[in-house]
């Protein structure tokens, strides 16, 4: 992705629909031998990857205009997640949970480490072993069975997103109650109860930390409008302040962003809230102000590195605590290669602003940081180069082009440095 930065940012952009909502939605039509239909979908690599692990598990998943997807799996031919899926999409791990309760077998491949950090899922096994699956791990592969699963006190030590989100399917479809203690209260976790509802599932207390559960026999088919991505919208925030300017951010749920917004406010950056738009309006100069990550409600550690792109341009000092994850400052070296001023002290990155950035080759190494990089091109003088951007297209609806309809000057080129015509987003 090429980026010329120092334009400013004018007009409206839209935001798609959450992908870390979408990818448990369509894991969720595995509980079900019924269509189910959803809408708003962004067409990111992580979906086409989902979509491919249900296809060979033996649904048939079938992409139309527009962001939707219908999903039919009549009949599960096969209950194993293999590793080069996993490997490249830790959120398969999703398909656990509805293989257990729909078929009472599962075989499904450790994720191992990644990018941000070792993400264990021994809080998943754990609890789907209280609901009565013998679980082993043999090379590699999780392998668990069961009869029935049955309803089951869950209390969760850390706070888990797709933890959370495994065990509110297996339980949907177990016999008797299950109740879930410290869940996450994500909206993504919102989001896949209102699915699982609409599929005759029993869930209260979504959004909160106590869920309760009561299993039923079958679920039926639904159709299902998935929430706006509060990633998507806080990183846009975040890129007209950066860049300066004045949007329309349009299609975003802003209520799902309370920490963000407060959080960028207080730097100096003017946000109005609609019901479902924001306008924001870049101050002349920002402050500087600390952030922790913490689960939702808290500032997501999603935009830890989209904001510490923010605060290399903010005057004063910040500091930023990582919580969640104990290597997401993947960023910060190709930042620093920029001209960015940020030590790291363990969990805490302290930043001095503002540092002027410069154009430069940098490499981006998940989708955050990715997000992150161009951010700080959007504001750097000259060229910036970011390579290896098939992690923003994992998560990302065509980013390129969205920025580009607010006037940033951003392509996507090849390695010889050409343009690239055709969409990478894997659509
Ligand atoms: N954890 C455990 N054991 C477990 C599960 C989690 O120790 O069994 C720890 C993790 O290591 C981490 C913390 O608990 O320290 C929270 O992890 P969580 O399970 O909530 O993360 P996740 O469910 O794997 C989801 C999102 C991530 C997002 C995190 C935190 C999806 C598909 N992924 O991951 O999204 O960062 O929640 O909000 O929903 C992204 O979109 O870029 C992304 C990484």
Same mark, same amino acid.
């Given at each position: 992705m090429r980026i010329v930065g120092g334009r400013p940012l004018e007009g409206t952009v839209r935001i798609s629909g959450a992908k870390n909502a979408s990818l448990p939605d369509l894991c969720a039509t595995l509980l079900t031998d019924q269509t189910v239909r959803l809408s708003?979908?962004?067409?990111v690599r992580d979906i086409r990857t989902l979509a491919r692990l249900l296809s060979d598990l033996g649904a048939c998943v079938r992409f139309e205009v527009g962001g939707i997807i219908e999903a039919r799996a009549a009949d599960i031919t096969s209950v194993e997640a293999p590793y080069e899926l996993v490997k490249t999409m830790r959120a398969s791990v999703l398909v656990l949970g509805p293989l257990l309760a729909r078929c009472g077998k599962a075989r499904v491949s450790l994720p191992g480490g990644c990018a941000i950090g070792a993400r264990p899922i021994n809080l998943h096994l754990q609890a789907l072993e209280k609901m009565g699956a013998r679980i082993r791990v043999e090379s590699g592969f999780v392998e668990a069975q069961c009869e029935r699963l049955r309803g089951a006190e869950i209390y969760f030590d850390t706070v888990t997103v797709t933890g959370t989100e495994n065990v509110m399917m297996a339980a949907a479809l177990a016999d008797g109650e299950t109740v879930v203690r410290n869940a996450a209260c994500e909206p993504e976790i919102g989001d896949l109860a209102e699915l699982l509802n609409a599929m005759g599932a029993r869930i209260q207390g979504? =959004? =909160?930390s106590t869920l309760r559960i009561e299993g039923v026999t079958s679920l039926r088919g639904a159709e299902h409008k998935v929430v706006p991505d509060r990633i998507e919208t806080g990183t846009f925030i975040a890129a007209c302040a950066i860049a300066g300017g004045d949007i329309e951010i349009r299609d975003c749920h802003p209520s799902h962003l309370r920490a963000v917004i407060e959080k960028i406010r207080e730097t100096g950056v003017r946000i109005e809230e609609g019901p479902d738009n924001l306008r924001v309006r870049s101050p002349r100069a920002m402050k500087a102000s600390s952030v922790s990550t913490l689960p939702y409600p808290g500032f997501p550690t999603d935009m830890q590195a989209q904001y510490m792109a923010l605060m290399t341009q903010a005057t004063g000092t910040s500091t930023l605590t990582e919580t969640i994850f104990e290597n997401r400052y993947m960023h910060v070296a190709e930042l620093q290669r920029m001209g960015a001023s940020v030590r790291v002290e363990g969990r805490t990155a302290i930043v001095t602003g503002a540092a002027p950035l410069s154009g430069a080759q940098v490499m981006a190494t998940d989708l955050r940081a990715s997000a992150s990089l161009v951010l700080a091109g959007l504001a750097a003088t000259g060229t910036t180069i970011v390579n290896r951007v098939y992690h923003l297209d994992r998560g990302y609806f065509r980013i390129d082009e969205k920025l580009r309809g607010l006037g940033a000057d951003i392509e996507r080129i090849d390695e010889k440095g050409g343009p690239v015509p055709a969409r990478e987003d894997g659509a």
């Open positions: 708003n979908v962004p067409e979504a =959004g =909160g």
